[in-house]
């Protein structure tokens, strides 16, 4: 009996049993069966080109995020840049107004965080009335508008990610399941009509696989930096 495969084997694991198998099955003149098998293999492979575009999709969003989080940092440190220099230093009312701790603790923070700390940045500098903290304001609201856009995208790509792989992938696996488990009942009919060891049917299964594989560092899920 061939060992059910998990669902969080990596989809290259399922390939390497669907390969395995249907070498087997054309090495033994099962040639309809084998047929089949390739069948499998095909819609893996579609199935494997989909989840790379998904993770394609969701690696793009966080490439994003990080750029506009590195221009938010850059920003916020201009805005107290040119406050220090207006004011004279940092101890007035106005730079605390902004800034109620470090700087760096603002920049520190990743982009969704920081989005929430700087958003009223953006009105308040608009009621400056030096030039260069209004286009200051007037740059932030557009780092700001980019940078809800593209944490938006990043929980957009994961979500479609991980609905593809329990859309997609875990009906595959179900599904594959069910047919090795047929296949191993249709050779062992076959076997044992015609003499065969009693083990016929087991070699058409990667005895490897006795031991479940789980997924590989070629099979990872992109996650957030920030």
Same mark, same amino acid.
Request: hydrophobic share 40%; proline share 4%; charged share 30%.
């Given at each position: 009996?061939?060992?059910? !495969?998990?669902?969080?084997?990596?989809?290259?694991?399922?390939?390497?049993?669907?390969?395995?198998?249907?070498?087997?099955?054309?090495?033994?003149?099962?040639?309809?069966?084998?047929?089949?098998?390739?069948?499998? $293999?095909? +819609?893996?492979?579609?199935?494997?080109?989909?989840?790379? /575009?998904?993770? %394609?999709?969701?690696?793009?969003?966080?490439?994003?995020?990080?750029?506009?989080?590195?221009?938010?940092?850059?920003?916020?440190?201009? =805005? &107290?840049?040119?406050?220090?220099?207006?004011?004279?230093?940092?101890?007035?009312?106005?730079?605390?107004?902004?800034?109620?701790?470090? =700087?760096?603790? $603002?920049?520190?923070? @990743? !982009?969704?965080?920081? !989005?929430?700390? =700087?958003? #009223?940045?953006?009105?308040?500098? &608009?009621?400056? #009335? *030096?030039?260069?903290?209004?286009?200051? @304001?007037?740059?932030?609201?557009? $780092?700001?508008? %980019?940078?809800?856009?593209?944490?938006? *995208?990043?929980?957009? &790509?994961?979500?479609?990610?991980?609905?593809?792989? /329990?859309?997609?992938?875990?009906?595959?696996?179900?599904?594959?399941?069910?047919?090795?488990?047929?296949?191993?009942?249709?050779?062992? $009919?076959?076997?044992?009509?015609? @003499?065969?060891? %009693?083990?016929?049917?087991?070699?058409?299964?990667?005895?490897?696989?006795?031991?479940?594989?789980?997924?590989?560092?070629?099979? #990872?899920? #992109? +996650?957030?930096?920030?």
């Amino acid at each position: 009996m061939p060992v059910l !495969l998990r669902n969080s084997d990596s989809l290259d694991s399922y390939w390497e049993e669907l390969v395995y198998t249907e070498a087997r099955l054309l090495a033994a003149g099962h040639t309809s069966e084998a047929t089949a098998v390739g069948k499998r $293999i095909k +819609t893996l492979d579609a199935l494997s080109a989909g989840q790379k /575009a998904h993770w %394609r999709r969701e690696i793009v969003a966080q490439a994003h995020v990080d750029a506009v989080d590195d221009d938010l940092d850059d920003r916020v440190e201009g =805005v &107290a840049r040119e406050i220090v220099y207006l004011d004279k230093g940092k101890k007035t009312s106005r730079f605390r107004q902004y800034f109620k701790g470090a =700087v760096s603790a $603002i920049v520190r923070l @990743g !982009l969704e965080s920081q !989005l929430g700390v =700087v958003r #009223p940045f953006v009105a308040m500098l &608009a009621k400056e #009335p *030096e030039k260069p903290l209004k286009d200051h @304001g007037k740059a932030l609201a557009g $780092i700001v508008k %980019r940078g809800d856009q593209a944490v938006e *995208e990043r929980v957009n &790509a994961a979500t479609e990610r991980a609905a593809h792989r /329990a859309r997609e992938i875990v009906a595959f696996v179900n599904d594959l399941n069910a047919a090795r488990i047929t296949l191993h009942a249709e050779l062992t $009919i076959y076997a044992t009509k015609k @003499g065969l060891p %009693r083990d016929y049917a087991d070699r058409f299964f990667r005895r490897a696989s006795r031991t479940a594989k789980a997924a590989t560092p070629s099979d #990872p899920e #992109p +996650t957030p930096t920030k």
